[in-house]
């Protein structure tokens, strides 16, 4: 990895060459502009122009991916597609992701000369490590808080999302200790509405886990959703570690890296970082960016726990792709920056023999709100069968034949089974 | 208006019906999971449950816009096409734009019910306003601040974007100066390089802005792009009003409308909105979002100026989706809110006559980068030549008739006419 460039990887389509595509990519996001201008020396170009890594032509396709592109005179009705990768030197932005940001990405999505581009790899020279100190507690951090060993972090979220009082959701949230549960989270529609003020939630929900945490002797994780404005994240965080709290949640996109990475500059609990509006950056194939990107800047930025999505989950996202993301959360950035996947949506324990099978690790924190809090026989019930899921996924013993052993387990297959 | 809803319009395409996706949008977003919980009781639904207030078939298409979508079985084919208003209740978040967000937009674009997912109208109720105070200069405040009336606010680009010294970019703010000008703005690309620290590049160009006014007896505006990270926001604010300065740049989509709104607590100069990366979020037509959202959101977060790319741009925008834009810039927003539109990228002279045409208005900051500097004469005569192309405009004399009167303007359009 190169000390003082920045390379992103981008796959583009064009009506022009790629090579083209890879000039007008570098000339805009770094010393060029659409005519010269006088000061564009070649000394300037020499320190600061972006530079084409490589071009390679992968496949082709009949029509525009994106509106807008202006086709050259005598076009061949084709639109290249291929990889792109670009560098930038870190002197042009410096170790800043606010900035990286408007270098890497910037205009380039609006470029003419661009039929469709996305962004789909990022290496970061060390610079940005000694700026950003990313995760405080990742995966070692929020097993010791939790006390969960060789299995994955099993919990829940609020549901429903909206509309339970404090008081509701205290009650929630002891029966849920009661089960033995190792985590819950606010859903992401639920941070400081107004029939459930913030303060009134974290007093109702913490004394519930305190007096759980007497009786069973281990404390439940509770991520409360802190997302807001600047302000209330930093005073959302100090009531929940004042109060003894040990997670914060917040919706990033809302947020955003820097909101992300302001927050961790003084958090002291794990920063559980949910993606909800990340579809909008990715769900078009020839747009936006890919999850790889999205993770390093979430990790980079002090995200603890990241949300990917789960096996066969409710959403569009193919399963190859849920476990390329559990995948890229598990490779380490600058030598660490771990984070722990949140395996989410439409989960419950049938989804973990493949789960397991996809990453062969039980580092991930596995969460089911429906398929937990609805199992037939209560949320105790949905608790243990998500172990059990487990249990048969770690021992290589096929879930239907675990269930003939384990009532609980046959139950939750009953309910949630899809064939 | 609601006094109580958030009323969003989606365009939408689904491979169900429309009525179908609709009710998954609304249930998904406020009390639904996948599957009925215990808790979702009638009393909570008629309290916090989303609404359907239209449902409109507008076409449909042969294949879906965006991959993953289920289809149901016996599907005919065909996706269709509509737009849909969802109404969800304030209580439900509060007057806050992070978790607004996480409401409106959220997991929804990830949905399997879903091909197509556009957010393209968005009605506040008027306690967002009670919230957040707005741009506090707008229009009015920056035509004080840069003393100019009656035609819009002519401005450049710093260009080269990178690579300029402190020492060097006090040269050419001297010479635009002294050329009459009354804005300049840094590039996007140029916050805090190492090469440029932000502190010299201020000690330097407000120096050079400062002598010139001396002369002159008119200060020029220069927007200093402070985007960056949290803590660095403020410095660099208060540095630049310390020094004199009367106006900062952030690049939005880097610090997020959290971000803006966080600098828009503090903020005593006006600040300019720079959009890039929002391509990202629009390009594609069945995704993200239509600028009308975008700049309302911008606009309640404190935006005094905001970009709207230009006519005949470099972008693949076309020129009637910029003419919306800055229309809807100029619409009331809770009956004020005014933001200035930046009309911007490769503009030159001949850019005025049709953008005046189009908004029959002077209301714009019309900023011309290459197309003032690069003039054959200089940028003074670059500057000249813009002022000349509205006094064309506005007078509804031919831009051609009026260059025979005017050197600089024939100038102008010998060298960047495009036919």
Same mark, same amino acid.
């Given at each position: 990895m190169?000390?003082d ?12 060459s790629?090579?083209r595509?890879a000039?007008?990519?570098a000339?805009e996001?770094?010393?060029?502009t659409f005519?010269?201008?006088p000061?564009e ?5 020499d320190?600061h ?13 009949g029509?525009?991916?994106l509106p807008?592109?202006a086709?050259p005179p ?5 639109f ?5 990768k ?5 002197l042009?932005?410096?170790?800043s992701?606010?900035n ?5 990405a910037?205009n ?7 039929s ?11 610079a ?11 995966v070692?951090?929020?097993r ?5 060993y060789?299995?994955p ?8 999302? &909206?509309?339970?009082?404090?008081k509701?959701?205290?009650?929630l949230?002891?029966r849920l200790?009661e089960a033995?549960i190792d985590?819950?989270k606010?859903?992401?529609l639920?941070?400081?509405p ?9 007093e109702?929900v913490i004394?519930a ?5 007497d009786?069973a002797g281990r404390k439940?994780?509770?991520a409360?959703?802190?997302t807001?404005d600047?302000d209330?994240?930093r ?7 004042e109060?003894g709290g040990?997670?914060v949640?917040?919706?990033i ?9 302001a ?5 002291? &609990? ?8 990340w579809g ?6 020839l747009?936006g ?8 800047l979430?990790?980079l930025a002090?995200?603890?726990h ?10 569009y ?6 476990v ?11 030598g ?6 949140v &395996? ?5 324990a ?5 789960t ?10 596995h ?26 996924a770690?021992?290589g013993?096929p ?7 384990h009532e &609980?387990?046959?139950?939750?297959i009953?309910?949630?089974g899809?064939?």
């Amino acid at each position: 990895m190169s000390k003082d460039r920045v390379v992103a990887t981008y796959y583009v389509e064009t009506p022009f060459s790629l090579q083209r595509a890879a000039e007008v990519i570098a000339g805009e996001q770094s010393t060029g502009t659409f005519t010269a201008v006088p000061g564009e020396t070649e000394e300037v170009k020499d320190r600061h122009a972006a530079r084409i890594e490589l071009v390679e032509e992968l496949d082709e396709a009949g029509a525009p991916a994106l509106p807008g592109a202006a086709v050259p005179p005598g076009h061949d009705g084709r639109f290249r597609r291929g990889r792109i990768k670009v560098s930038f030197p870190l002197l042009n932005f410096g170790p800043s992701i606010p900035n990286l940001l408007s270098a890497i990405a910037g205009n380039l999505y609006e470029l003419q000369e661009l039929s469709g581009l996305r962004l789909v790899d990022l290496e970061l020279p060390d610079a940005f490590a000694a700026r950003y100190p990313g995760p405080k507690f990742g995966v070692e951090g929020t097993r010791r808080l939790t006390n969960v060993y060789g299995r994955p972090i099993l919990g829940t979220i609020v549901k429903p999302s &909206v509309g339970l009082s404090p008081k509701e959701l205290a009650g929630l949230v002891t029966r849920l200790a009661e089960a033995g549960i190792d985590f819950i989270k606010d859903d992401e529609l639920n941070a400081d509405p107004p029939y459930a003020p913030f303060e009134e939630k974290v007093e109702a929900v913490i004394e519930a886990v305190e007096r759980a945490a007497d009786a069973a002797g281990r404390k439940i994780m509770y991520a409360f959703n802190i997302t807001g404005d600047y302000d209330e994240l930093r005073r959302r965080h100090d009531l929940v570690v004042e109060k003894g709290g040990t997670c914060v949640m917040v919706s990033i996109m809302s947020v955003g890296y820097a909101g992300l990475a302001a927050l961790n500059t003084y958090s002291e &609990v794990p920063i559980h970082g949910h993606r909800n509006q990340w579809g909008m950056l990715t769900r078009c194939p020839l747009l936006g960016m890919e999850f790889t990107v999205f993770q390093k800047l979430c990790r980079l930025a002090g995200a603890d726990h990241l949300h990917v999505n789960g096996l066969n989950s409710k959403f569009y996202e193919s399963n190859d792709s849920v476990v390329r993301s559990i995948q890229a959360c598990a490779a380490p950035l600058f030598g660490g920056y771990g984070t722990m996947p949140v &395996v989410s949506s439409a989960q419950w324990a049938g989804t973990a023999p493949a789960t397991y099978e996809a990453i062969n690790s039980v580092d991930v924190m596995h969460l089911a709100g429906g398929g937990m809090l609805a199992h037939p026989d209560g949320p105790a019930a949905g608790f243990t069968s998500m172990k059990l899921g487990w249990e048969a996924a770690v021992s290589g013993i096929p879930l239907t034949e675990y269930a003939e052993q384990h009532e &609980v387990l046959k139950r939750a297959i009953e309910k949630f089974g899809r064939g």
